[in-house]
């Protein structure tokens, strides 16, 4: 059984920064593309960041050179590194990945991010 489970979310003031982790078990981590997803009180659900199995990366526009997503697959691991926070940041942060070969998805249970002063 695939699990994943986000940790690191809490309150922030704005500017500051926080990192989101989330452990994977139960997939052969090393080869999985993993992805952070977010979503905010009424609005969708939307894509922060990706990673692939090779390390390539990608960001949303709003995010992109404030967050990084790193992956350590001896720790079957994926990160969100958050600087410059704002308060748009707000969400439930949840981690995603998909079975390579039946492109089957997986979330975790989410974590809360609360920028305020």
């Known amino acids: 059984q695939v699990q994943l489970v986000e940790s690191g979310g809490g309150l922030v003031q704005p500017g500051g920064s926080l990192r989101l982790s989330c452990e994977a078990s139960?997939?052969?981590?090393?080869?999985?593309?993993m992805g952070w997803y977010r979503q905010a009180p009424g609005k969708q659900r939307d894509l922060v960041a990706t990673?692939?199995?090779?390390?390539?990366?990608n960001y949303a526009d709003s995010v992109k050179g404030r967050f990084t997503i790193s992956r350590d697959n001896a720790k079957s691991t994926v990160y969100l590194q958050m600087n410059s926070l704002k308060f748009e940041d707000t969400a439930v942060y949840y981690c995603?990945?998909?079975?390579?070969?039946?492109?089957?998805?997986?979330w975790g249970q989410g974590t809360q991010v609360t920028v305020s002063s």
């Open positions: 995603n990945t998909r079975n390579p070969a039946t492109a089957n998805a997986y």
């Open positions: 139960g997939i052969t981590f090393r080869i999985y593309a």
């Open positions: 990673i692939t199995s090779g390390g390539n990366t």
